[in-house]
Nanobody
Framework: QTQLAESGGGLVQPGGSLRLSCAGS????????IGWFRRVPGKEREGVAC????????SYADFVSDRFTISMSDADNTVNLEMSDLESDDTAVYTC???????????????????WGQGTRVTVSS
């Protein structure tokens, strides 16, 4: 069964760091584009970062401003999102998703993704 499961969310103070992990089961993440998205209540879901496992192409939303790093681990079939210098505006539910195979790149458009995890909540607050 194809599934994605996120972990690593929690409460962190402004300026702090968190590492989110997206674990895949039933397929190899390296074969696909994988994206991280987030949703704040009352707002539309937005793309945060994505990576294409085949080409290692990476893309980040403008608001990331070099604070986040997306990476892929073959050993445990995960895509990780290292977040630093977190701000209150980063508070959201973060979800990973599987995109197309063979595209060579990745996008921040949720319509390009067809398998979604349940999400992990990140709260940035003092």
């Amino acid at each position: 069964q194809t599934q994605l499961a996120e972990s690593g969310g929690g409460l962190v103070q402004p300026g702090g760091s968190l590492r989110l992990s997206c674990a895949g089961s039933g397929f190899v993440l390296r074969d696909y584009a994988i994206g991280w998205f987030r949703r704040v209540p009352g707002k539309e879901r937005e793309g945060v970062a994505c990576i294409n496992g085949e080409t290692t192409w990476r893309s980040y939303a403008d608001f990331v401003s070099d604070r986040f790093t997306i990476s892929m681990s073959d050993a445990d079939n995960t895509v990780n999102l290292e977040m630093s210098d977190l701000e209150s505006d980063d508070t959201a539910v973060y979800t990973c998703a599987r995109g197309p195979r063979g595209s060579g790149d990745c996008t921040h458009s949720e319509t390009d993704y067809n398998t979604w995890g349940q999400g992990t909540r990140v709260t940035v607050s003092s």
